[in-house]
């Protein structure tokens, strides 16, 4: 039997209020959201390790948040993102807020690079050692009796032939737009100077409490800045306010 307009009307506005009455059902419940895409693959068919890759790429990449503070003066700009860190931090939505970066650690790409030291060879240094002409006598005693070193210092005992040293070396030094100043990273426009800020969430991005406590300290923490001082600007990026 072939349905008339009317007919086809009411049916397909009864399908659509059943549609709507079970999502109200479910949502009143606490509708469960699936972020991880991999589950959309059978049992049989999903990688342990790329699933354990994507859970630590959210929890240290998806649950932080960056911000931008800038002001007209430069002098003051420093003053000004440190205040609205201190805004974040007197929240409960972030566990962890940076405005000013810890002082520098010269030991630290040692400790970093260090336990990985035997593969961190340059391309020179792999030419040499596949030619069979590297001598490593010469090189021992070249690091023992020379006067000074330049760059980072490497143990003897560790980086004996000098190979972590010269990989350090050649590291490519940062040429972004931030640049550290008094222990902020900044970057500087013609009217403007930007104070970087990172916080990390008090939970999971994809939670919708850790979502609402988040923005609404956000929005809380930038208006009472504003208050203060009229002339800042509060950008903002994350996984949270898009999730």
């Known amino acids: 039997m072939k349905l008339g307009l009317r007919q086809r009307a009411r049916l397909w506005s009864a399908v659509a209020l059943a549609a709507v009455a079970v999502c109200i059902f479910f949502v009143a419940r606490g509708l469960p959201l699936q972020t991880n895409l991999l589950a959309l693959l059978p049992a049989t068919e999903r990688d342990p390790v790329a699933e354990e890759a994507v859970i630590t790429l959210n929890n240290t990449i998806g649950d932080r948040v960056v911000f931008l503070v800038s002001y007209p003066e430069s002098a003051m700009a420093g003053k000004v993102a440190t205040r609205f860190a201190e805004l974040l931090e007197k929240s409960s939505a972030f566990s962890r807020v940076i405005v ?144």
């Open 100 to 243: 000013k970066l810890p002082p520098l650690d010269p030991a630290m790409p040692l400790a970093l690079y260090g336990p990985h030291r035997f593969g961190l060879l340059t391309d020179d240094v792999r030419a040499i050692l596949d030619s069979g002409q590297f001598d490593a006598s010469r090189a021992v005693l070249s690091r023992l009796i020379s006067p000074m070193s330049v760059g980072v210092v490497t143990p003897l005992v560790e980086d004996p032939f000098g190979f972590l040293a010269h990989w350090l070396a050649r590291l490519p030094t940062g040429t972004g737009t931030l640049t550290l100043s008094d222990r902020l990273l900044i970057a500087r426009e013609e009217d403007r100077t930007h104070v970087l800020v990172l916080a990390q969430l008090d939970g999971a991005s994809f939670d919708n409490t850790t979502q609402t406590r988040t923005v609404k300290a956000f929005e809380a923490a930038r208006k009472t800045l504003l208050d203060t001082y009229p002339d800042a600007q509060v950008l903002h990026t994350g996984t949270v306010f898009y999730a």
